[in-house]
């Protein structure tokens, strides 16, 4: 199994990267800050205005390692890699399999199904975790509604039909997103999913949380030699991860929503930590996204069974163990693609 390496995610603003020997030393106004060796790295993103030397870029190619530049909000701006890894005939039966709805079909019901259930799962275990009565009814009968959901959508017959039942699993989800906040209810209040800009606190945190999601699986998938941009659930678009955003379905409410609320439901990030710009948008201002970011590392060292491998696995190598069962079975090597399934 691939050892867990880390993500040095670089934000303070004018800070400015550079190769000494094989290590990347990152200095902010000409002091140096910190030095990384390389080789303990599989992924490097830059937050805002951070610059790199050439000579790291070529560095980071040279060990596999991916480097990503992001807005400070965390919009995908850009992404430079090594040589694919891979061999050429993973990705034709990739571009195959996409082309070919009946093909697609069968991993998109499972990708699907096991976001809803992976969601309900999520609902079920804040209704556990709350002594409030009309709460917890409200999230049980949302989990009651995914659940129907996910029974339909592994009888679906198009992949039209199955966004359907995906569509109407996540305004069920989201309707009662708000019951599972407990902490600052007044500060961290949940109506609706917005983006681009999110309008309010929460949103903005599961959108920063999403892009570092987002991140880790394009990773993962270009690791194993697939193609993140062509998925099988999201149509084709330039720039943009489809197959990333695929895998994202199954894994953002266990990983990336569970996070969030632990976050604000032990009041680790507080209301000072946003900040709202004139357009209406809200932010997450600098200290709360290094609050963020380190939540998110701790959280992938943690250990987990894997429902299908049933071995022990750190929570960050789960895009990388479900790029590589996707490859298998594009491969041919597995009857059908096993979605992840959270317990």
Known sequence: MRKLLNTLHVMTQGAYLHRDGETITVEIER???????????????????????????????????GVSFLSEQGRFLARVHGPVSGNVLLRRQQYRTADVQDSSLSIVRNVIASKLANSRVVLLRAARETNDVERQERLRSAAATLSWAG????????????????????????????????GDRDAFHFAERSRRPPRDRVNTLLSFLYALLRHDIVSALESVGLDPAVGFLHTDRPGRPSLALDMMEELRSPLADRLALTLINRRQVQPDHFQQEDGGGILLQDAGRKLVIAAWQTRKQEQIEHPFLQEKIAIGLIPYVQSLLLARHLRGGLDAYPSFLWR
């Open 31 to 65: 002091e140096t800050r910190i030095r990384v060796p390389v080789h303990t790295l599989e992924g490097l993103v830059c937050w805002g205005r951070v610059s790199c030397s050439p000579p790291v870029l070529s560095m980071c190619c040279e060990y596999g390692v």
């Open 151 to 182: 029974i339909d959508c592994v009888r679906t017959a198009s992949i039209e039909e199955a966004r359907g039942h995906e569509g109407a699993g996540a305004q069920a989800y989201f309707s009662v997103f708000n019951d599972m906040i407990t």
